[in-house]
């Protein structure tokens, strides 16, 4: 489990110092209020962050395409968002 600590925290200064930059937006930050998502958004399959597999954070998470994904670290949104299409198939094994 501290391999994993440490990767989040690895991950996620990684992401604040390139993904947001490049975006011109500012560092991903975990919404205040946890909530289940809006009308007509469903929760993704599973109970580990789609990015590196630790358990989920429902603090974390992102809207895409209709789902919400949650991950176990902001590092983990972060890359998440670079790419989503990438970990998405990872989920469903393709």
């Known amino acids: 489990m501290k391999a994993i600590r ?12 390139t993904l947001p930059a490049a975006a011109g937006e500012k560092p991903a ?21 789609p990015v590196l597999g630790g358990k989920i954070d429902k603090g974390i998470h992102c809207d895409y ?21 990438k970990y998405i198939a990872a989920m469903r094994g393709e």
Do not use: N
Not at 6 to 17: G, I, N, P, Q, Y
Not at 29 to 49: I, L, N, S
Not at 71 to 79: A, D, E, S, T
């Open 29 to 49: 930050q975990a919404p205040a209020a946890q909530g289940a998502p809006g009308a007509g958004v469903k929760e993704m399959k599973g109970d580990r962050c």
């Open 65 to 85: 395409k209709g789902t919400r994904y949650y991950f176990c670290c902001v590092g983990c949104q972060g890359v998440f968002k670079a790419d989503p299409e």
């Open 6 to 17: 440490v990767s989040c925290a690895a991950l996620a200064a990684t992401a604040a110092m």
